[in-house]
């Protein structure tokens, strides 16, 4: 079963992301997207990259939490290694730029796989969250850049309520960079992809390595910790509960409510 198509048109790799219902990520998945984006980056007639989902409605809803609970303790450092690390490296070397074109909604993982391309554009009826803390794990990853991005306290309020906000609130923000209606929102992405792809690719290469260097080395000194740090929290038993509860669709019985 295809987990994404990967096409190249006029110069621009399109990643689409088709895994349905939700475009949950587990290894499979990983690796499928890894293995585009390195042929992307090999591929010399490629100018720019684009990532999208093929469901109007979701993006990526995150990881697959059902397959991760049933995982063992190394498995599910395996995938975050995916997830984080070889994701950040995988976009950091890409050698030309990525836009996220995101439709629908965005959560969790889904975070990650926007934030991790160098410009996200989004439709106005997309949605943006960190919704791990409700399931019992954290949004690790986005602890090292997201204060970076939209301050402190407004990384604190997202990240801990696990609250979800439209796309003009992330464009107010600063994580969105455009937003479209819905049905111009591919026009807007191949707009952007042709404008991107006429400039040198050679001064692009170089500039865009110059970039992340100047803005992403924190990011990337604070990958192999947010692995230690989700992996610590998800043995907990709390998280263990709020896994189970989200596979089982009920609400969790955190620990000070079984106490009480």
């Not at 989902?53 to 975050?80: E, T, W, Y």
């Not at 969790?108 to 919704?131: H, K, N, Q, R, V």
């Not at 404008?195 to 990958?223: H, P, W």
């Not at 989700?230 to 596979?247: H, K, Q, T």
Request: hydrophobic share 45%.
């Amino acid at each position: 079963m295809s987990l994404l198509r990967y096409e190249v048109l006029d110069g621009v790799a399109r990643i689409t992301l088709d895994s349905p219902p939700v475009n949950a990520m587990g290894e499979a998945m990983l690796d499928a997207l890894l293995a585009a984006l390195a042929r992307a980056r090999e591929d010399d007639a490629v100018r720019v990259v684009m990532l999208r989902s093929d469901n109007p409605k979701i993006f990526c809803a995150g990881l697959d939490l059902a397959a991760l609970r049933q995982g063992s303790p190394s498995q599910m450092r395996h995938v975050l290694d995916k997830l984080y690390p070889q994701l950040c490296d995988a976009q950091y070397h890409l050698g030309k730029p990525s836009i996220a074109v995101v439709g629908g909604a965005a959560r969790g993982g889904g975070m990650t796989l926007s934030i991790s391309c160098d410009i996200i554009i989004a439709a106005d009826t997309a949605t943006f969250g960190y919704p791990e803390i409700d399931v019992g794990v954290p949004p690790a990853i986005h602890f090292t850049h997201l204060p970076r991005i939209i301050g402190r306290h407004r990384a604190f309020d997202l990240l801990f309520t696990g609250r979800s906000f439209p796309a003009q609130e992330a464009w107010r923000l600063g994580l969105v960079s455009q937003v479209f209606p819905a049905a111009e929102l591919q026009a807007g992405a191949d707009a952007l992809a042709r404008t991107l792809a006429g400039k040198s690719a050679q001064i692009t290469r170089l500039a865009r390595e110059a970039f992340m260097r100047a803005n992403d080395l924190d990011y990337r000194r604070g990958v192999g910790g947010a692995v230690e740090t989700f992996c610590n929290i998800a043995m907990s038993e709390d998280a263990r509960e709020g896994l189970a509860a989200f596979v089982e669709k009920r609400r969790p019985v955190w620990g000070q409510d079984r106490k009480s």
